[in-house]
């Protein structure tokens, strides 16, 4: 089992386009679906649609449609019931490729600095 999605049968997907992944992120409904599954892996659809009652299944569906396609959410069919399952590593790689860079050297240090001063207020 891995560690990442807590399930072994999940591939990872090569290809997926960067834009696919910011525009998945840029909704918040699609945030609060992958936040859910980061903490309970494996959810159904009924489940996912408790969390956010404001849609319909349809909705949900709609949404999960763009994780998958993102490469962010991943699922497997077991029985009647299609599980969904958090992939993270779309999101680690744009961190990688878009934010550490930002994050080392000079623009680290004045994060640091703009911590350390507005700690002190």
Do not use: C
């Not at 560690?3 to 696919?20: I, M, W």
Request: proline share 3%; hydrophobic share 35%; aromatic share 6%.
């Amino acid at each position: 089992m891995t560690s990442l999605t807590r399930d072994n049968l999940v591939t990872y997907l090569r290809g997926v386009d960067d834009d696919q992944v910011f525009k998945a992120l840029a909704d918040p409904t699609r945030r609060r679906l992958l936040d859910r599954l980061f903490k309970q892996d494996g959810m159904t659809l009924g489940e996912l649609e408790a969390e956010v009652p404001e849609l319909t299944r349809f909705g949900v569906m709609r949404h999960l449609t763009v994780l998958e396609a993102a490469g962010l959410v991943v699922t497997r069919k077991q029985g009647r019931h299609k599980h969904h399952y958090l992939n993270p590593v779309p999101i680690r790689r744009i961190h990688q490729r878009w934010m550490d860079k930002y994050t080392h050297g000079l623009a680290g240090a004045l994060l640091d600095l703009k911590d350390h001063v507005e700690g002190e207020r």
